[in-house]
């Protein structure tokens, strides 16, 4: 595809639920990032993978949150025991991994978890 | 830690008027790079502008320029002669200068921007 993909697109749960969102960056970039976004604020960083590894993950709230990128491109975010307060936009972008390059934003995944 | 700040929560202009969004940040690194980003109700960031630190000359994008104030930490965006779809949400963002890899963005909350015909 032209763009990074994001699947779902909607994703609603029940509290204490496993949930998983999919990225698929652009062809060829080597960087990948989650953000997440909440209602009226700007994203914030969770995680950031170099290839396979996970280059940074300083930014994920607690043990509940994981992600994995295991072939350098399409990267998973899994959530366990969903809480209230995981609801919001997940964003993935991705970039070639030079210093200062453009980030490609996929269109998110908004996450409801009732 | 690196904090940017967007003190607009709210502006609109008028079509084919020019308005100025502003961002300052604070940081003690001498080298970074920083964005603006688009965000319309279809949710997708956008870039619109990236500025370099150490590049003195403010960016430009077509309607779309920088007012890149280094001492004063004040990176604010201008867009000329303003059009319907320009309306959303913007978010000024910092970026730490790793070498030649990548770092992470670190955004503001932003500034709801509506053009009124």
């Given at each position: 595809g032209a763009g990074v993909s994001q699947t779902p697109s909607n994703k609603v749960t029940e509290k204490g639920k496993y949930v998983e969102l999919r990225c698929d960056p652009i062809s060829g970039h080597t960087a990948l990032y989650w953000y997440r976004q909440s209602l009226g604020q700007g994203p914030e960083f969770l995680i950031y993978f170099q290839g396979t590894g996970a280059?940074?993950?300083?930014?994920?709230?607690?043990?509940?949150f994981f992600a994995v990128r295991p072939e350098g491109s399409v990267s998973t975010l899994k959530i366990q025991r969903?809480?209230?307060?995981?609801s919001a936009v997940y964003l993935c972008a991705s970039s070639l991994g030079r210093g200062g390059d453009e980030q490609f934003f996929g269109p998110g995944t908004r996450l409801t978890v009732l | 830690a690196q904090t940017v700040t967007q003190s607009q929560p709210e502006m609109s202009v008028q079509e084919a008027e020019t308005v100025t969004l502003s961002c300052t940040y604070d940081t003690s690194e001498n080298n970074y790079y920083l964005f603006w980003y688009k965000q319309p109700p279809s949710r997708q960031m956008i870039l619109v502008i990236r500025q370099e630190a150490y590049k003195q000359q403010n960016a430009t994008e077509n309607r779309f320029s920088v007012n890149f104030q280094k001492a004063a930490k004040s990176f604010s965006l201008k867009i000329s002669d303003s059009q319907l779809g320009d309306t959303a949400m913007y978010f000024c963002a910092f970026m730490k200068y790793y070498g030649g890899s990548q770092g992470n963005l670190i955004f503001g909350k932003g500034t709801k921007l509506s053009v009124k015909p």
């Open positions: 280059a940074d993950d300083s930014g994920l709230p607690n043990d509940r969903t809480e209230r307060g995981d | -």
